[in-house]
């Protein structure tokens, strides 16, 4: 199993940055991908960020030029770096993660979310 830790949500204002963290733990073998998600009120679950194997990076096109995703491969962990905040980043955002663990299953995981709340 994985258990994947966020923080780094919390309350900004228009235009601010906040920066989330998201720690991967228990019986991993490889990583495959660690991304980011979120959902607002009254809406569906969407793409925020993604990094898989090599580095390569996706990003949905509301975010792009905004926010920066990274990850320490050391210590499995992903980061995304907000910037220029909008209250339309409100939100409930969720750490995910396509990992193999040392039995050979390979699956996907999510965080608890962690809030992100951006006022106009």
């Known amino acids: 199993q994985v258990q994947l830790v966020e923080s780094g949500g919390g309350l900004v204002q228009a235009g601010g940055s906040l920066r989330l963290s998201c720690a991967a733990s228990?019986?991993?073998?490889?990583?495959?991908?660690m991304g980011w998600y979120r959902q607002a009120p009254g809406k569906q679950r969407e793409l925020v960020a993604r990094?898989?194997?090599?580095?390569?990076?996706n990003y949905a096109d509301s975010v792009k030029g905004r926010f920066t995703i990274s990850r320490d491969n050391a210590k499995n962990t992903v980061y995304l770096q907000m910037n220029s905040l909008k209250p339309e980043d409100t939100a409930v955002y969720y750490c995910?993660?396509?990992?193999?663990?040392?039995?050979?299953?390979?699956?996907?995981?999510w965080g608890q979310g962690t809030q992100v709340t951006v006022s106009s």
């Open positions: 228990g019986s991993i073998f490889s990583i495959n991908a």
């Open positions: 995910n993660t396509i990992a193999t663990v040392v039995s050979g299953l390979r699956a996907q995981y």
């Open positions: 990094i898989i194997s090599g580095g390569i990076t």
